[in-house]
């Protein structure tokens, strides 16, 4: 992988990061985790695979409904 990719890969996950800082609802916050752990992913050598469906995040409902907020 380049630099410039690596370097693109390292401020996506950054983004992420910040935006699941500043977002108040459960849903969103680990939507942007998972995004940035995907980033991360990818720069340590492995490609990136979103969730074909809600059954391979079995517990973000429950989160949500419980009101809980994911810890950064």
Do not use: K, W
Request: charged residues 25%; glycine residues 6%; hydrophobic residues 40%.
């Amino acid at each position: 992988m380049s630099d410039e990719d690596l370097s693109y890969f390292e401020a996506r996950a950054e983004t992420e990061l910040g935006r699941a800082q500043a977002a108040s609802h459960p849903l969103a916050i680990r939507a942007h985790i998972a995004l940035a752990e995907l980033y991360l992913e990818r720069i340590n050598g492995g490609s990136i695979r979103m969730p074909s469906a809600v059954s391979d995040c079995p517990d973000t409902f429950s989160t949500a409904r419980a009101g809980r907020r994911l810890s950064l």
